[in-house]
């Protein structure tokens, strides 16, 4: 399988940055295929990659997520661009819709609607990076916007209709979508042993425009570790998980959470939920199960943790993202520098 790495999180603050970049070079040294940020409410996600695009060889550069409330169609396909010769044509595009506390909260958009917003999105950076004049009907973007001076314009870069674009995406509908326009998934909330209904999905979009999904590259996050004392270490994730289900959203809207109890763990993604949205945060970490964190982490023994892998592998995910684990460039280095051969020869 390749490997790809996680830089910050949706809600980095740089704080550490000199220690992602050490570890990025190194990841770059050791074969890592992908390097992702993330935003939401943090640091943004082109200027660090566009910091590290010098400083690297051949480890692909891309945005895990770009939020695409936080800016138009056109300068999302100008930015793409931009970034795909200043990386020597090693960009990914990654988008998402995040969620209505960020899209309404923070950039004052409104939410609805976010797959029609996401096909008409993608539909015009296609035409940004082909060359073409980016023309939309709407409803949600309208170009040139008729009654003023505007007209459709050809971007003044060389095309370049290769840039992959991939989706994160969690829904039936958005997977769908995925499928059928993306390159590639950027997955989260993946269980290998109950995923019938994401693959479903993208199946369904893939096949609409003539694909299979062996024509996507399927990429999951992957929180890995491995030890010897597993309850020391299903301890340390549980917090996370009840995170995940509890916070990670409104007590109406958790993405997370729903595709979770899509993969069989309702009941128990509503206890968490229920528990850490009135308060009482230490009986929703309690309230989930080791089962569950067994199937959503790969921690444990290494023969688990391949195990996982291999699950994974079979289902038809192709790479897995990983966040190093320590809280130095040489603690992380050296997590990472055990992960990758261990990915690699599954």
């Not at 935003?39 to 770009?66: D, F, S, V």
């Not at 320590?326 to 520098?337: K, P």
């Amino acid at each position: 399988m390749r490997v790809g790495l996680s830089i910050g999180s949706a809600y980095y603050d740089g704080s550490n940055w000199e220690d992602m970049v050490e570890l990025v070079r190194a990841a770059d040294a050791l074969g890592v295929d992908f390097a992702w940020t993330a935003e939401a409410w943090g640091m943004e996600t082109i200027a660090p990659l566009a910091y590290l695009a010098p400083l690297t060889q051949r480890i692909k550069l891309g945005t895990g997520i770009m939020q695409i409330s936080a800016r138009t169609p056109a300068m999302t396909a100008m930015t793409a661009m931009t970034m795909d010769r200043l990386s020597n044509h090693r960009f990914c595009l990654g988008l998402g819709v995040s969620g209505p506390q960020v899209v309404e909260g923070l950039h004052g958009e409104a939410f609805a609607n976010a797959t029609e917003r996401l096909r008409e999105y993608i539909t015009i950076i296609r035409q940004g990076i082909s060359g073409e004049r980016l023309t939309s009907s709407g409803p949600r973007y309208v170009l040139p916007r008729p009654g003023g001076e505007g007209k459709a314009l050809k971007l003044s870069m060389p095309p370049q209709p290769a840039i992959p674009i991939y989706l994160a995406t969690l829904g039936p509908r958005m997977l769908e979508l995925t499928g059928e326009l993306a390159d590639g998934w950027l997955g989260t909330s993946f269980i290998p042993d109950a995923s019938d209904h994401v693959l479903s999905s993208l199946r369904r979009g893939a096949e609409k425009s003539g694909r299979t999904l062996n024509d996507l590259d399927l990429q999951i996050n992957a929180t890995i570790e491995v030890g010897d004392d597993v309850e020391v270490l299903l301890n340390k994730y549980r917090p996370m998980a009840a995170f995940t289900l509890g916070a990670m959203g409104s007590a109406s809207t958790n993405f997370y959470n729903s595709a979770y109890s899509r993969a069989g763990w309702a009941d128990m993604c509503t206890k968490v939920q229920e528990l850490w949205v009135s308060g009482d945060k230490a009986a929703a970490v309690n309230a989930v199960e080791d089962d569950f964190l067994l199937n959503i982490y790969m921690v444990g023994t290494e023969q688990m943790v391949r195990t996982r892998m291999l699950a994974a592998k079979e289902a038809g995910i192709n790479t897995l993202r990983i966040a190093p684990v320590g809280r130095t460039s040489t603690e992380m280095i050296q997590h990472l520098e055990r992960l990758v051969p261990l990915i690699q020869s599954v």
